[in-house]
T-cell receptor
Framework: NAGVTQTPKFQVLKTGQSMTLQCAQD?????MYWYRQDPGMGLRLIYY???????DKGEVPNGYNVSRLNKREFSLRLESAAPSQTSVYFC????????????FGPGTRLTVT | GQQVMQIPQYQHVQEGEDFTTYCNSS?????IQWYKQRPGGHPVFLIQ?????EVKKQKRLTFQFGEAKKNSSLHITATQTTDVGTYFC????????????FGDGTTLTVKP
């Protein structure tokens, strides 16, 4: 099992450019999440998807959109990147019930200039 | 949602010293999770505590959940350089989405 995979690993954008971060999991998890982590900071939830076909806003959704393409895949889109979106983005997944233990991907390091 | 506060933010220790990080909430928590993130890495689940007063051990790591279920701690005995990283506590929210609120973390550095 690959667990949670994310692409790309690194990305540099100019202000105003758009891009999509891809995430996939092969653990048959129901729930998937997108977080951002700024230097020296904790994890802030951007969006989550409790199950296929549903998405909900987290703590910091502004400037982002998501798509739960199927049970395996959950993408995050930046329509018009801003320097404030420079961060490390982590995708995670978990079962809907039980311990809710989250499995994280390796992260995407995004710089917006 | 429910907030969890972690202290200290940073801790520097000499190898062999003990280390403790605390996680506090103003409200009762259904359970608490702990994660570790190595420098440059991603968070990795360590453990979940559910019961009031629960204590669990993983080798040199001891996790406790307070009697009132409003606080938790992670204690590392005789730290090693492999313990460096940031330790986060997290609380699953009240919805059934499994959405967790993470503390800001305690970053541990160990001097050999």
């Amino acid at each position: 099992n690959a667990g949670v995979t994310q692409t790309p690993k690194f990305q540099v954008l100019k202000t105003g450019q758009s891009m999509t971060l891809q995430c996939a999991q092969d653990m048959n998890h129901n729930s998937m999440y997108w977080y951002r982590q700024d230097p020296g900071m904790g994890l802030r939830l951007i969006y989550y998807s409790a199950s296929e076909g549903t998405t909900d806003k987290g703590e910091v959704p502004n400037g982002y959109n998501v798509s739960r393409l199927n049970k395996r895949e959950f993408s995050l889109r930046l329509e018009s990147a801003a320097p404030s979106q420079t961060s490390v983005y982590f995708c995670a997944s978990s079962f809907l019930r039980g311990s809710y233990e989250q499995y994280f991907g390796p992260g995407t390091r995004l710089t917006v200039t | 949602g429910q907030q969890v506060m972690q202290i200290p933010q940073y801790q520097h220790v000499q190898e062999g010293e003990d280390f403790t990080t605390y996680c506090n909430s103003s409200t009762t928590l259904s359970n608490i999770q702990w994660y570790k993130q190595r420098p440059g890495g991603h968070p990795v689940f360590l453990i979940q505590l559910v019961k009031s007063g629960e204590v669990k051990k993983q080798k040199r790591l001891t996790f406790q959940f307070g009697e009132a279920k409003k606080n938790s701690s992670l204690h590392i005995t005789a730290t090693q350089t492999t313990d460096v990283g940031t330790y986060f506590c997290a609380h699953p929210g009240n919805t059934n989405a499994g959405k967790s609120t993470f503390g800001d973390g305690t970053t541990l550095t160990v001097k050999p």
